[in-house]
C-alpha cells in the first residue's frame, strides 16, 4: 500500500530538482502524476521512465490559459485532482535596489506568485466538487529572513507564504487543505541557473554544491530534493489530513540559528581578545 494509492497530483516545475523527484515519489507512493514543464524533451522523458502513471503537459505558470489546459488535462486522463504541488520557479539577480532590473523583477513574480495563484484558482473548483484536496505551494528560507536571496525571489516567496494562508482560511471549510514548504540550501540547478548558466547544464552541475552547502545549518550536510519530496509526500497524503495553513521550513535548522560550535568558538574568540586587553 503507498500513501497516494488511487491519488492524483500535478506537479509544476516536475521536469527536474525538486519537482522531479517529488513526481517520482508519488508515483512510487500509488498516485498518477501530471508532471507540468516547459522543458518538453525532459518532461517526455520522466513521463517514458515511469509509465501509464505519469503525464506530460507542456506548461508555462505565468500564462493563465496554460494553467486552465493543465488541470482540465489532470481531470480528463485520471477523473479528479486531489494534490496540486505549485513548485515551478526561477532564479532571481543578485542586485541592489538602485539597479533592480524591473522587468526581470515582474518575471520573478510572475513565475513564483502569479503562477502560484493561477494554479489554486484552477485547482480549487475540482477540489470543491470533490470536497478534498491537497494544495502545497513551494515558499522558502528567503521569504522568512532577509539576506538569503535576491530581493525579487524574496519578495515573491514572503508572498506566496502568506497567501497560501489567506487561500487556507477559505478553502478549509470546504475540505481542502493548503500549505507551503520553504526548502533552506538545497542542491539543485535553480543556483547555477542564476550564474547564467543553461538549464540543461545548470541541473548538471547541481552535486558540485553538496559539499558548500553542508555547512549552511547545523545539520551538517547539504539539503536534496529528497528532502522536500518526503515533506511534499506528507502533506499530500492523509497523514497530514489535520494540517492547514501552515509553512513547514525544511531547512536543516538554517532559520533555527548558528551553529552551536560556531558560537563556542566566536565566544572563545572574544574571551581571548578581552584577556589580552586586560593585559
Not at 500535478?10 to 508515483?27: C, H, K, N, Q
Not at 493563465?64 to 485520471?78: I, N, P, Q, S
Not at 581578545?273 to 586586560?278: I, L, V
Amino acid at each position: 500500500m503507498g500513501a497516494l494509492d488511487g491519488k492524483v497530483a500535478i506537479v509544476t516545475g516536475g521536469t527536474s530538482g525538486i519537482g522531479a523527484r517529488t513526481v517520482e515519489l508519488f508515483v512510487e507512493e500509488g498516485a498518477n502524476v501530471v508532471i507540468a514543464g516547459r522543458r518538453q524533451a525532459e518532461g517526455e522523458g520522466l513521463t517514458k521512465k515511469l509509465g501509464s502513471a505519469a503525464s506530460f503537459v507542456r506548461t508555462d505558470v505565468t500564462n493563465e490559459a496554460d494553467v486552465k489546459a493543465m488541470v482540465e488535462d489532470a481531470l480528463a486522463k485520471f477523473g479528479r485532482l486531489d494534490c496540486l504541488f505549485n513548485n515551478a520557479g526561477n532564479p532571481g539577480r543578485l542586485a541592489g535596489i538602485a539597479e533592480l532590473d524591473m522587468a526581470h523583477f515582474d518575471t520573478v513574480i510572475a513565475t513564483h506568485l502569479r503562477g502560484v495563484v493561477l494554479g489554486m484558482k484552477y485547482a480549487a473548483p475540482a477540489m470543491i466538487r470533490q470536497g478534498s484536496g491537497s494544495i502545497i505551494n513551494t515558499g522558502s528560507i528567503a521569504g522568512l529572513r532577509a539576506g538569503y536571496s535576491a530581493h525579487s525571489y524574496s519578495a515573491a516567496k514572503a508572498a506566496v507564504i502568506h497567501v497560501t494562508r489567506c487561500v487556507a482560511a477559505e478553502l478549509g471549510e470546504k475540505g481542502i487543505r493548503v500549505n507551503s514548504i520553504s526548502p533552506g540550501a538545497i542542491v539543485t540547478g535553480i543556483f547555477a541557473k542564476g550564474a547564467g548558466l543553461p538549464e540543461a547544464v545548470a541541473d548538471r552541475t547541481a552535486d558540485g554544491l553538496k559539499e558548500r552547502f553542508a555547512a549552511f545549518q547545523p545539520i551538517p550536510r547539504a539539503g536534496l530534493p529528497e528532502d522536500i519530496a518526503r515533506a511534499a509526500l506528507y502533506l499530500a497524503s492523509d497523514a497530514g489530513s489535520f494540517v492547514n495553513g501552515q509553512d513547514l521550513v525544511v531547512d536543516g535548522g538554517i532559520v533555527a540559528g548558528s551553529r552551536w560550535s560556531q558560537l563556542l568558538k566566536t565566544r572563545a574568540g572574544m574571551a581571548e581578545e578581552m584577556k589580552s586587553r586586560a593585559k
